[in-house]
């Protein structure tokens, strides 16, 4: 895929393509909509509920077929029709596959997104945020582009990174955690023949570690890469990690 093409699709993400949408006017017209089955590329239901919704789409490199499908569901509030968005999917580089997609709840707080940055039918990123604060948690990251997460990053309530988490043999369980305060890295602890349990560690002198022992059984883990051996979860709210179509 060229570089231009990255570009591009970054560059929509930070045009407004993360945001969500909330309108309390009756039937609000959408520009350039159609409907959702133009060009016989559908809505993905197993990316996010589709019941119930209308769905809206938008073709941006305007060949007939859509690349953006918004999810928008009515309520009753007091005798006022609400219309609000739950869900986005994008195509950036326009192949029929699902590049990113985001849902939000009624407030129009983002509950999780995923992004496939590098156009191959696999997740790059997924993020579940905390929508008391509407800050992210949890972020788990592809970074060798395998199929598989291999780093996994923790966010405290006020949006600051706490931890990271590194499988660096690919067995879906991390072996590196890296710690940190107010941003500042502490600590990082090592499992260097993969037992679970650690083996050496590297700090700053006088600091003193949150975590002593961190363990692979993390019961509040709510994504894949330090699960439970045996499980499958994903990020909460979201649905299965669904098997993407090939070209």
């Excluded at 970054?10 to 969500?20: C, E, K, R």
């Excluded at 992004?115 to 696999?122: E, N, R, S, V, Y």
């Excluded at 037992?195 to 994504?223: F, H, Q, W, Y």
Aim: aromatic share 8%; proline share 6%; hydrophobic share 30%.
């Amino acid at each position: 895929m060229p570089k231009c093409s990255n570009l591009v699709a970054l560059s929509l993400v930070g045009l407004g393509f993360i945001t969500a949408g909330c309108s309390k006017k009756k039937d609000a017209k959408k520009p350039d909509a159609a409907i959702a089955d133009a060009g016989n590329i559908k809505v993905d239901p197993t990316l996010c509920d589709t019941n119930g919704k209308n769905v809206v789409t938008y073709d941006l490199n305007k060949d007939n077929k859509p690349d953006v499908w918004r999810l928008y569901k009515n309520e009753d509030e007091g005798g006022t029709k609400v219309e609000f968005m739950t869900c986005k999917q994008v195509d950036f580089d326009h192949d029929g596959r699902k590049d990113w997609v985001v849902a939000y709840n009624r407030k129009g707080v983002t509950l999780y997104e995923r992004a496939d940055i590098d156009f191959d039918g696999k997740w790059d990123i997924s993020t579940v945020y905390d929508t008391k604060v509407n800050q992210r948690a949890e972020v788990e990251r592809d970074t060798d582009f395998d199929g598989k997460f291999d780093v996994k990053e923790v966010y405290d309530t006020s949006g600051n990174l706490t931890s990271v988490r590194r499988d660096r043999n690919s067995d879906g369980q991390p072996d590196l955690w890296e710690q940190y305060k107010d941003t500042i890295l502490l600590a990082i602890l090592y499992d260097d023949d993969y037992d679970g349990k650690v083996d050496r560690r590297d700090e700053i002198p006088g600091a003193r570690p949150k975590v002593e022992m961190p363990t692979n059984l993390d019961p509040e883990a709510t994504g894949t890469l330090d699960a439970p051996k045996g499980s499958a979860t994903t990020p909460a709210p979201a649905p299965a990690t669904p098997t993407r179509p090939k070209k």
